[in-house]
Structures are given as C-alpha cells and as structure tokens.
C-alpha cells in the first residue's frame, strides 16, 4: 500500500485495461468505454488494450440510458452494457482509470488510495500525452513501454498541464436531448484523440483536450 503512495505501484497483471468511471455507469463512462474499444480496434487491429467502465454509485445491472446508446450507434460502437459497481478489485486491475470529472477523481482516490497514481479525468490524460509527449509518451511495443508506465509518467507529470475549468464534462443525466448530444459530441472527440494517441495515429495535438466550443 505505501508502495502504491510513495513508491512505483506493481503493474497490474494480465493485459493493459483502461478503465472509465462517472457516476451512475449509464451515460458517460460506457459511452467512452464502447467508442475507445472500437476505435482501436478500427486504429490497429493487433493492439492488447482492453476497454472497460464502472460507477462511483453505478445503477448496477441497469442497461446505458437511450440518448448516449444511440450516440455511441451513431459513431460505430456496440452498446451492449450492464452497469456495475467500482470495486477496489475492478481498480486494481486498470492500468489507468479516466474519471469524467475532477470530483470524481478526488471521490475515487480517497475511496482506493492506492489508485491515486493512475487516475485522471479523461480531459487531463488526454491533454498529458498531447502536450507533453516527450514526457508522456503512449506504450509501445518495440521499446517494450506499457500502458501503465504511460500512466505513472503522466502522474509524475500531471502539474505540466493547466486545468480549465471547462475540463469536466457534465452529467447529462435526465437532462435536455441537446445537453446529450453535446456530451456525447465531446467524449467521441476524446475518445478519437486518445486513441489515436495510443496507437500513434496522432500528431499530438488534442482537439478537444481545452475548454469545447461554444455550440
């Protein structure tokens, strides 16, 4: 454990897992979690990153909510879901866990402190690996770098970047249709630029990493 605080954490066993998390594991984390699966897989068929997703205060077993389903359709992913629960057993397996916000990233660090080292929000990682990648740089086969050294990199780095406060993607939750589909517009942006990042399809600049335009 105190490994975990002040130490290098042990990498998680089995295959590299990005893990997103929001609140209730209906709208936005699955969301993510289903068009960051299926964009690298489209990106390069052979990488070994699994996708999955949880909830602070997940609505457990419930499928995602109509509007962000029909979105995550729209943009080519499977919308096949059942909401669960975030279990410190779930957390120890990610090599990095993407919260939608930074309430949400303090929530889950002090609930699985061991987890402070490879959580971010999405907006924060994303950002990292775009403006620092000499620091940041994604994991890489040849070189034998992993996902979770990428993830311990960009914490050691994460003061190199500047929070907006737009960085937070809100809740669309029982919200307006457009409220939905601006969210929903957002994460398929972050998700394209990260994974092109990890599969280094990018050039490095993160389209929507800062504040999103006015719509």
Same mark, same amino acid.
């Given at each position: ?21 929001? #609140? ?8 993510? =979690? ?9 990106? !390069? ?5 699994e996708v999955a997703s949880a909830g602070l205060h997940a609505v457990v077993g419930a499928p995602m909510e109509p509007e962000p389903a029909a979105i995550g359709e729209r943009h080519g992913g499977v ?7 975030? #279990? /410190?057993?779930?957390? $120890?397996?990610?090599? @990095? ?5 930074? &309430? ?6 002090? =609930? ?8 971010? +929000?999405?907006?924060?990682?994303? $950002?990292?690996? /775009?403006?620092? *990648?000499?620091? @940041?740089? *994604? ?13 311990? !990199? /960009?914490?050691?780095? %994460? ?5 907006? *406060? #737009? !960085? ?6 029982? %919200?307006? /249709?457009? #409220?939905?589909?601006? @969210?929903?517009?957002?994460?398929? +942006?972050?998700? !394209?630029?990260?994974? &092109? ?11 929507? &990493?800062?504040?999103? +335009?006015? $719509?």
């Open positions: 454990m105190l490994e975990d605080l002040f130490g290098r954490p042990a990498a998680p066993e089995g295959s590299p897992l990005i893990l997103f998390v929001c #609140t209730g594991n209906i709208c936005r984390s699955p969301l993510a =979690e289903k068009l960051l699966r299926e964009r690298l897989e489209q990106f !390069d068929p052979t990488n070994r990153i919308m096949a879901h059942e909401a669960r629960q975030l #279990t /410190a057993a779930i957390a $120890r397996r990610a090599s @990095v866990i993407l919260t939608m916000t930074k &309430a949400q990233r303090a929530e889950l660090s002090q =609930e699985f402190p061991f987890a402070l080292k490879r959580t971010f +929000t999405l907006v924060e990682f994303v $950002r990292l690996l /775009a403006e620092v *990648p000499d620091k @940041v740089a *994604p994991p890489s086969a040849q070189n034998g770098r992993t996902l979770f050294d990428t993830s311990l !990199d /960009a914490s050691r780095y %994460r003061g190199s970047v500047v929070a907006h *406060p #737009t !960085d937070d993607i809100e809740d669309p939750y029982r %919200r307006s /249709a457009e #409220t939905h589909e601006r @969210v929903g517009e957002r994460i398929v +942006t972050l998700a !394209d630029e990260l994974a &092109a990042q990890l599969t280094g399809k990018s050039g490095g600049t993160a389209q929507d &990493a800062g504040p999103p +335009t006015a $719509r």
